[in-house]
């Protein structure tokens, strides 16, 4: 019984710590994303009110929650506890666990899909195809990606784990890159970086138009489901 309480003890404590960062890193999110001043604001486009999206990657919804509070959204992520925060801040937006490789939702359900720094870390060519099938022919996707030249950073700027993490997504950006593959490593998943090409025939693959990409500082792709 003592074992039983010690194991429950450091499962509480982690969990608890886990989910005091989860709730940090949300709100901090949120905040960028009501500051146009910040360095790292980005939003998509306002939809109009009746039109149907859904966050990929949602977290705890913040995006939805800055772009339009009023309305009914959609957002999805594998995180539960970012989830069950997000629903302390907004009543309108529509949480679900799920994977982007296995979207819960009819087809042509969505106006428009957005993923914020999520799918580069999902099968790509599977999430791609499921953002396209629950799009409405003529939606929108906006996304943004991440860069070799961001990951490579990023690798050099942190410690052990973040560089198994970075060193993960060099390899699978680069694989991508030549032969439209990824692999998924033990606890470090599908991560990758994307390049203009990959990113582009892997849109036209998914059944993708009007592709634009915009780099700054950010890496911003849109496209439209044909």
């Known amino acids: 019984m003592q074992l039983l309480i010690v194991q429950y003890d450091l499962w509480y404590w982690q969990h608890w710590a886990y989910m005091k960062n989860a709730i940090e890193y949300n709100l901090t999110e949120l905040a960028i994303s009501l500051d146009p ?109 991440h860069s070799w030249a961001k990951q490579w950073q990023l690798m050099k700027e942190e410690g052990l784990r973040g560089k198994l993490l970075m060193g993960c997504s060099l390899v699978n950006g680069m694989l991508f890159h030549t032969a439209r593959k990824l692999i998924n490593f033990p606890r470090k998943g599908y991560a990758s970086f994307q390049t203009d090409s990959s990113i582009t025939r892997a849109l036209e693959s998914a059944g993708f138009t009007a592709i634009r990409i915009q780099r700054g500082a950010h890496y911003l792709v849109t496209a439209r489901a044909a």
């Open 37 to 145: 001043s910040h360095p790292r604001h980005l939003n998509p486009p306002v939809p109009p009110p009746h039109h149907k999206i859904l966050d990929l990657g949602c977290g705890a919804g913040q995006t939805l929650k800055a772009i339009r509070p009023e309305a009914v959204s959609f957002g999805c992520d594998i995180d539960m506890a970012s989830m069950q925060f997000g629903r302390t801040l907004s009543n309108n937006v529509r949480f679900t666990c799920c994977r982007a490789e296995a979207l819960p939702y009819a087809s042509s359900t969505f106006d428009m899909v957005i993923a914020r720094a999520s799918l580069p870390y999902t099968d790509l060519t599977r999430s791609l195809g499921e953002v396209r099938r629950v799009l409405k022919p003529e939606g929108t996707v906006w996304m943004t990606l």
